[in-house]
């Protein structure tokens, strides 16, 4: 195996997760990183714990993600990025503070609109928690999104939840949070850091 890889597991209407995202598709060229996107949700997360530390009381994260399995189900990983861009995006290419219009962004990234219909449906629900204990099974510890299995060029596989991030880090930082996280998961004893 030649450089590095990411598999990134997200949530789609996690703005935090989105930062990271950009974090990681803007180191991406520079390393370079070979990054490859799915789907978790924080409804399947969530849903047998007695408290709702979403405040999603009518399980509209429910929505978004259901979307976003039907895209990666039908369409693969690389069209489930193309989505994701466009539902943290405007037209114009303005980021978001918060997802747009399942719809748009189905038509914006190329796809059939009628996947919009998957929100309101289960027939996706069996795909999404597949790919979401694909990702979120490897990692021994309550966590939320993202979560990234990161491959170094030896092959050598290492999952970690995170990092989260408050805003997109500047091109110069993201490098040296790229090199951080590389050095981190590069050692065998490294289990977690928080903040």
């Given at each position: 195996?030649?450089?590095?890889?990411?598999?990134?597991?997200?949530?789609?209407?996690?703005?935090?997760?989105?930062?990271?995202?950009?974090?990681?598709?803007?180191?991406?060229?520079?390393?370079?990183?070979?990054?490859?996107?799915?789907?978790?949700?924080?409804?399947?997360?969530?849903?047998?714990?007695?408290?709702?530390?979403?405040?999603?009381?009518?399980?509209?994260?429910?929505?978004?993600?259901?979307?976003?399995?039907?895209?990666?189900?039908?369409?693969?990983?690389?069209?489930?990025?193309?989505?994701?861009?466009?539902?943290?995006?405007?037209?114009?290419?303005?980021?978001?503070?918060?997802i747009g219009d399942l719809g748009e962004a189905l038509h914006r990234a190329g796809l059939p609109t009628a996947l919009a219909e998957a929100g309101t449906s289960t027939d996706y629900d069996q795909a999404l928690r597949a790919s979401h204990h694909a990702g979120v099974d490897r990692i021994e510890a309550e966590i939320g999104t993202p979560v990234l299995v990161v491959t170094t060029p030896g092959g050598v596989e290492r999952a970690v939840f995170g990092p989260v991030l408050q805003q997109v880090p500047p091109s110069g930082d993201s490098l040296q949070l790229w090199d951080a996280l590389t050095r981190l998961v590069s050692v065998p004893a490294f289990r977690e850091l928080k903040a």
């Amino acid at each position: 195996m030649t450089g590095w890889s990411v598999d990134l597991w997200f949530d789609p209407a996690c703005p935090l997760t989105r930062h990271t995202e950009r974090w990681i598709a803007r180191v991406a060229p520079q390393v370079p990183l070979r990054v490859r996107m799915h789907v978790m949700s924080l409804s399947v997360l969530n849903e047998h714990r007695d408290d709702d530390p979403e405040g999603d009381p009518h399980g509209y994260l429910w929505i978004p993600a259901r979307v976003a399995a039907a895209v990666q189900t039908e369409h693969g990983h690389a069209a489930l990025a193309v989505f994701y861009d466009m539902l943290w995006t405007e037209p114009d290419g303005a980021e978001r503070e918060w997802i747009g219009d399942l719809g748009e962004a189905l038509h914006r990234a190329g796809l059939p609109t009628a996947l919009a219909e998957a929100g309101t449906s289960t027939d996706y629900d069996q795909a999404l928690r597949a790919s979401h204990h694909a990702g979120v099974d490897r990692i021994e510890a309550e966590i939320g999104t993202p979560v990234l299995v990161v491959t170094t060029p030896g092959g050598v596989e290492r999952a970690v939840f995170g990092p989260v991030l408050q805003q997109v880090p500047p091109s110069g930082d993201s490098l040296q949070l790229w090199d951080a996280l590389t050095r981190l998961v590069s050692v065998p004893a490294f289990r977690e850091l928080k903040a």
